[in-house]
């Protein structure tokens, strides 16, 4: 049976897969049209010259509509049009031209017919803005030439109001050689402004968008062995491409083979935000091979094994460690999982459960703590959709704070961790791991690849040298000091007002403007010299580099990972996954189920694209008026008001915990990987015993909150105790006691 499963699982995603209906491709391209402000505007340059074009965005940023006020710049947008009519999709013909007065389009009573998904454009529009802008804001260069691309404001109606506002004309069309194009048309409500348009061949993205992360999950399942399973995603999506854009068999499987290190691999090695994890990651496990070696990885287990006891005991403090890091989920992975991996060895608790312990708390908490690197982000992606509810774009944060409830899966995963791990129950993959590792000895499956090698794992304390815990807790503190003051600092906490200094909006603003992978490295260097300042104390200083090294490069295998994880994200993208699953569903919806419909929207998004951030910058900026218009009519209040406002709450909520619950089943995640390595779990095994606890969950959270909160009025509150309860009966039922046999401390292999 065992054998049989993974089997019955990969046929039945195939199958479903194949099934899959088409998405529309007018919802598809107003979901992508983002995308379009990322083209150069004007001739291109000869062959031999530099194409230093401007790209549409930067013309948009330098217009009439981007008004400064106090050196912000504000774009105004009084209109978003998307026009696709399936009429002149399925011929060579184009449609015909919007009517204009003085160069602007003009929306009227006779031609509003012929708008389709407007309001998506416009959301995607807004998106794309922000994202060039802030990543151009991320260059000190750019930044010093335009000051104003620090903060960036996106206001205006959806139709033209006032003057000097921005418009924006989006097309699909065929060109006479069947090929679907992709236009769009910016002008300004100013008469000395030309209007300018750009244009690219589009492929509508269909099933085919889904087949990377197919590929990657059924050969992950079969074979267990990840770094194929994902090379040859990476490599299915680069060949989709290549045939996309017209060429034969053999010259897409050169092209593509040549694409996946030429293009996807080199473009991850230049990133700099790549670039400050992987010396993150790299700081981070040097900091406790160096505190292994000195002794204070010892020391420290030693003080909390006088606490906790057994294998139960040290479940329950890996948990409570993981909540009291609150402020970023990298730092929570790699922080929980290194320190505590040689204590749950000790006591015999498997891998596979550590990386679930690490894995299913860091994000949720980081995700509902109001002060995480997460919630200004969050907010972000929604605030400038405000309006269409009635609201104003400074009341996101108050928003965010009602979502709170409504984040059911989130609420729910951290409960059923803290459940599992105090009453020692398992079910499924998860107790055969754990029976194995108790009864057995073994806390890794026998023939597992973990991502982390035996020569790290094993590493003692050096010989003649006294394990004193403070030789981890000091460099531990200093990453988390350094970190947090990194964060602050470059989030502008010194510069802020005393009304802004005490208020959400500032606190959380300088967390997301301060943070990213910069700080995270900044805070593991100065941890790694701590913890080389500890060894040299104690006489260790030709242990240091190779202390270091050994616990770095065993883990190889995970940096691998990592990188491919990142590239099959990038696959997904130019295939226009995320926006095929996207225009798949929304229209399909019913008001109450959409929060719902939302939520297994989001999961399927992240489980696809290995991105909870992604997900959420894709789907919450559609949210705010879907949900709004649909709750007027959903009788969810006794005000109609409300009730619009009510059932978008429940959505964004939806979208939030959805997407952290898809990452968490998603075996090409970097969250996901980051716990393999932390734990030094073998990566599937992880994945594999890590699902259905999730999917348990979000059943739960579904049954016991989504459904109930709409069609029944049920308080989210109330909806998280039936959770809650439902969860405990679930486990004290169908789990089963893992054999809690204490393991000799002196045990071979225990790493300790």
């Known amino acids: 049976m065992a054998r049989a499963l993974p089997l019955v699982v990969s046929v039945s995603i195939l199958v479903g897969a194949w099934f899959l209906p088409t998405a529309a491709p007018s919802k598809v391209s107003a979901l992508q049209s983002w995308e379009l402000l990322d083209l150069p505007v004007g001739e291109a340059p000869a062959d031999d010259a530099a194409d230093d074009r401007p790209r549409l965005w930067e013309v948009i940023c330098a217009s009439p509509a981007a008004r400064s006020d106090a050196g912000k710049l504000e774009v105004t947008l009084h209109g978003t049009w998307h ?139 079969l074979l267990r062995k990840p770094l194929i399973a994902l090379l040859t995603a990476v490599f299915a999506g680069a060949f989709l491409l290549r ?202 499956r026998e023939g597992a690849t973990p991502m982390v090698s035996e020569e790290a794992t094993t590493m003692d304390a050096a010989p003649n040298v006294r394990p004193s815990p403070w030789r981890a807790i000091l460099p531990l503190f200093t990453f988390m000091a350094v970190t947090l003051l990194e964060i602050l600092r470059a989030g502008g906490l010194f510069g802020l007002s005393s009304s802004e200094f005490f208020s959400i909006e500032g606190v959380t603003g300088v967390l997301y403007a301060g943070s990213g992978s910069w700080p995270l490295l900044v805070g593991s260097l100065a941890g790694f010299l701590v913890a080389a300042l500890g060894a040299l104390r104690v006489g260790l200083s030709g242990d240091i580099v190779r202390s270091a090294w050994t616990t770095v490069r065993a883990m190889a295998v995970g940096f691998a990972i990592l990188y491919l994880a990142w590239m099959i994200g990038a696959v997904c993208t130019d295939l226009g996954t995320a926006p095929f699953l996207t225009a798949l569903i929304e229209d399909a919806v019913d008001g ?35 949900a709004y218009t649909l709750g007027l009519n959903a009788e969810l209040a006794p005000e109609q008001v409300e009730s619009g406002r009510l059932l978008m709450v429940m959505s964004i909520g939806a979208v939030l915990s959805g997407a952290i619950f898809g990452d968490h089943c998603s075996p090409i995640s970097d969250t996901t990987v980051m716990s393999s390595i932390a734990s030094a779990s073998d990566h599937i095994d992880h994945v594999r015993t890590q699902i259905p606890y999730a999917l348990v969950t979000m059943l739960v959270s579904v049954v016991c909150g989504y459904f109930p909160a709409t069609y029944y009025g049920l308080s989210p509150w109330l909806g998280l105790l039936l959770g809650a309860v439902i969860l405990t009966v679930l486990l004290l039922v169908i789990g089963r006691p893992d054999e809690d046999k204490l393991v000799p401390r002196s045990a071979p292999g225990s790493g300790s």
Request: net charge negative.
């Open 83 to 221: 026009r696709a009519d399936p009429e002149f999709l399925a011929q060579a013909s184009e449609p015909a031209p919007p009517r204009t007065e003085n160069g602007v389009p003009v929306i009227d009573a006779d031609s509003i017919q012929g708008i389709d998904d407007h309001g998506t454009a416009r959301a995607s529009i807004v998106r794309g803005l922000r994202q060039f802008v802030s990543t151009a804001a991320a260059d000190d260069e750019v930044l010093a030439e335009h000051p104003e691309y620090a903060d960036l404001t996106v206001a205006g109606a959806e139709f033209p109001v006032g003057d000097r506002g921005a418009n924006f004309d989006v097309q699909l069309r065929r060109d006479d050689e069947g090929r679907v194009r992709q236009l769009v048309t910016f002008t300004v409500d100013d008469a000395d402004f030309e209007p300018v348009a750009v244009e690219r061949t589009w492929n509508p993205p269909g099933r085919v968008s889904i087949v990377p992360p197919v590929v990657a999950v059924v050969l992950a399942i």
């Open 243 to 444: 045939r996309a854009e017209g060429a034969e068999l053999v010259g897409g499987i050169a092209g593509g083979l040549g694409d996946v290190f030429r293009k996807y691999l080199w473009n991850e090695l230049v990133q700099t935000e790549r670039i400050y994890i992987i010396g993150f990651v790299f700081f981070m496990l040097a900091m406790v091979g160096v505190m292994t070696r000195s002794g204070g990885i010892r020391g420290l287990m030693d003080s909390v094994a006088r606490r906790a006891k057994n294998a139960r005991g040290t479940q329950v403090a890996t948990w409570i460690m993981g909540l009291v890091i609150f402020f970023d989920d990298y730092a929570n992975t790699i922080l929980v999982g290194s320190t505590m991996r040689p204590l749950t060895d000790r006591f015999k608790v498997s891998r596979e459960k550590l990386a679930y312990i690490v894995d299913s708390t860091a994000a949720p908490v980081a995700g509902l703590s109001v002060f995480s690197t997460w919630i200004a982000f969050e907010v972000s992606t929604f605030n400038g959709q405000l309006p269409a509810a009635g609201m104003s774009t400074g009341d996101g944060y108050a928003v965010f704070l009602r979502t709170i409830p409504f984040s059911f899966y989130c609420f729910l995963t951290i409960y059923f961790v803290g459940l599992v791990a105090l009453t020692g129950r398992d079910f499924g993959p998860m107790f055969r791991a754990e029976q194995r590792s108790r009864s057995r000895g073994l806390v890794l």
């Open 592 to 626: 109450r189920l959409l929060p719902s419909l939302l939520f297994m929207l989001a999961g399927a998004v992240a489980f696809a694209t290995g991105s909870s951030w992604s997900t959420m910058s894709i789907l919450l900026p559609l949210v705010v008026g879907l």
